[in-house]
């Protein structure tokens, strides 16, 4: 695609994900399996809302099916996943209704906490979304009545999974088909702290003393649905915590209450104040360490470190009678470093929580910042 962004000064172009290819190479396969038409390119409207007109390639026809594939395109974003070729198998079904499933090269879930359930293929939720409503449209434009199935695959899926975190996330035997925008937009850590930079100057320049933070969609919901404030109270601050804190220090701030999914934010406790997975996963590990510290027999930290996700983790503590502990050591480990980042000048306090499980852990001074962001001059814009 030709569409591109500027970040740092470059200009960028932008790419779209392997949820996007799935759902165009399936309803390509669609068009020419109920048409008979063969397709050369195929059109595609992704959740960003651009518009993507791809080369449809590898179109293979047999009795009932027809496979049809996609060159994943990353843009100038680095992605191991980068011209890899997704394919789609869209074969008739007598009853209504669309089926979707994966084939070789694509992962399965092993582990529980996931987007999708274990033993289901690894296409998340909004990549389904889009190859089912296709799919749907499809049928009715050719007036069919019957259903479909998709077996989405990878040929390459297996030996390129090597390169991602899914064998660690208990995702096996191939990739996963991701994305919420359908649309890859290429990532410079300048341009995103120099956007941090500048909504935090407006908030300063604005007379606020005491700012709200929060790593990005996850927490912003929470501080709607949990919280019950304005979302666009908080700081979006990616997984960069510490240069955030940095910038609320020289801009002068009083105080900062970061707000974030458990997820992210148990790398705290491990002095990690840039959560991006590239700069290591240890979040069972911490969480390990810490229920061991709270008196966790040993069969349960091994179930620990085998967890995909933080939300069967806690499952894990609640069983083993340490819950409450784990998570008052760990909020202590994750406010000592973030303190240490702050400094004297800048108080500082968090809140942790999970989509399942609700507030994990908050420090002693959480509602007092919380009390004196609502008095902020866009506090009280509410």
């Not at 996943?81 to 979707?100: C, H, N, Q, W, Y």
């Not at 434009?141 to 695959?153: C, R």
């Not at 009083?254 to 790398?267: D, F, I, P, R, T």
Request: charged letters at 25%; glycine letters at 12%.
């Amino acid at each position: 695609m030709e569409e591109y962004i500027v970040k740092d000064g470059k200009k960028l172009r932008l790419g779209y994900t392997t949820g996007s290819c799935a759902a165009a190479a399936a309803k390509a396969a669609a068009v020419m399996l109920l048409t008979g038409r063969r397709l050369e390119t195929v059109a595609l409207l992704t959740p960003k809302g651009i518009r993507l007109e791809l080369e449809v390639r590898e179109v293979e026809t047999g009795p009932g099916y027809v496979s049809c594939a996609i060159a994943k395109d990353a843009g100038d974003d680095p992605d191991v996943t980068d011209g890899a070729l997704i394919f789609a198998r869209v074969s008739r079904r007598e009853e209504p209704g669309i089926v979707i499933d994966g084939g070789p090269g694509v992962g399965r879930v092993t582990k529980p906490g996931l987007d999708q359930p274990v033993g289901a293929a690894a296409i998340n939720s909004v990549p389904r979304r889009m190859i089912r409503e296709n799919l749907e449209e499809v049928c009715a434009l050719a007036d069919w009545s019957g259903g479909l199935e998709a077996v989405i695959s990878v040929p390459e899926g297996e030996r390129l999974a090597k390169k991602t975190f899914n064998p660690r996330l208990g995702i096996a035997g191939g990739i996963s088909i991701l994305g919420t925008t359908g649309i890859v937009e290429p990532m410079s850590d300048g341009a995103l702290v120099g956007t941090i930079r500048a909504e935090l100057s407006q908030r300063r320049a604005a007379g606020d003393c005491y700012v709200l933070l929060t790593p990005g969609n996850y927490g912003s919901e929470f501080i709607r649905d949990g919280l019950g404030l304005d979302p666009a109270l908080a700081v979006q601050t990616s997984n960069f915590i510490g240069d955030a804190l940095d910038l609320c220090r020289e801009l002068g701030f009083s105080g900062a209450l970061l707000v974030g999914h458990v997820g992210k934010l148990v790398k705290l406790a491990g002095g990690m104040l840039n959560t991006h997975s590239r700069w290591g996963d240890c979040r069972m590990e911490i969480l390990a360490a810490h229920a061991g510290a709270a008196g966790a027999p040993p069969e349960r930290l091994g179930e620990l470190l085998e967890c995909a996700a933080c939300d069967d983790a806690l499952r894990i503590l609640r069983e083993a009678g340490v819950y409450r502990e784990t998570l008052e050591r760990l909020t202590r480990r994750a406010a000592f470093h973030l303190s240490a980042r702050a400094g004297e000048d800048l108080e500082v306090g968090t809140v942790l929580f999970s989509k399942v499980y609700g507030i994990l852990g908050r420090t002693e001074n959480a509602e007092a910042l919380l009390n004196c962001i609502r008095s902020c001059p866009l506090g009280r814009r509410q």
